[in-house]
């Protein structure tokens, strides 16, 4: 059995979650971070040791050349690892991102689907269109 196997029951059923640290004003993140599947993992760490493939796994290391310590140690690092294997991040337009991408999309974005029509980007269209626009009367 791997460290995947050993920690699929503590993290695989871990529920997606609103991210309020990654999302922005135009995206809402979802989903299961390494944050979460690591405290999942800490806290049935002691669950994860007692069974007799994490003995044997333990028990491998030290054949290998490593001390007691530091296969407990290298085992920890190793189930955490596999815990992260269960983290998902989802990113979809919240009701302001929708918006931008309509606008966006309605002043001849090439884009179809894509990024939002974002505030510098429109700063950046409005500019170059006055500037392309007076020069053209001026040249006149």
Same mark, same amino acid.
């Given at each position: 059995?791997?460290?995947?196997d050993l920690?699929k029951?503590? =993290?695989?059923?871990l &529920?997606?979650?609103?991210?309020?640290?990654m999302s $922005?004003?135009l995206y809402?993140?979802?989903? =299961?971070t390494?944050?979460?599947t690591? $405290?999942?993992? #800490? !806290?049935?760490?002691?669950?994860?040791? $007692?069974t007799?493939e994490a003995?044997?796994h333990?028990?491998? @290391?030290?054949k290998?050349?490593?001390?007691? *310590?530091?296969? !407990?140690a @290298? %085992?920890?690092d190793?189930i955490?690892r596999a +815990?992260r294997e %269960?983290? /998902?991040v989802?990113?979809?337009? $919240?009701?302001?991102? /929708? !918006? %931008?991408a309509?606008? +966006?999309n #309605?002043s001849?974005?090439d884009e179809q689907?894509?990024?939002?029509?974002? @505030?510098? &980007?429109?700063? !950046?269209?409005? +500019?170059l269109r006055t500037y %392309? *626009?007076? /020069?053209? /009367?001026y040249l006149?």
């Amino acid at each position: 059995m791997s460290e995947v196997d050993l920690v699929k029951p503590y =993290v695989d059923n871990l &529920q997606d979650e609103f991210i309020p640290e990654m999302s $922005n004003g135009l995206y809402d993140y979802k989903g =299961v971070t390494e944050k979460r599947t690591d $405290n999942a993992v #800490r !806290q049935n760490l002691s669950a994860i040791y $007692n069974t007799p493939e994490a003995q044997m796994h333990i028990k491998a @290391l030290t054949k290998q050349g490593y001390t007691p *310590e530091q296969a !407990q140690a @290298l %085992f920890a690092d190793r189930i955490y690892r596999a +815990g992260r294997e %269960f983290s /998902r991040v989802n990113r979809e337009l $919240n009701a302001a991102g /929708r !918006q %931008f991408a309509a606008y +966006g999309n #309605r002043s001849g974005s090439d884009e179809q689907g894509g990024n939002p029509f974002t @505030l510098t &980007q429109g700063m !950046q269209h409005t +500019g170059l269109r006055t500037y %392309f *626009e007076g /020069r053209e /009367r001026y040249l006149m």
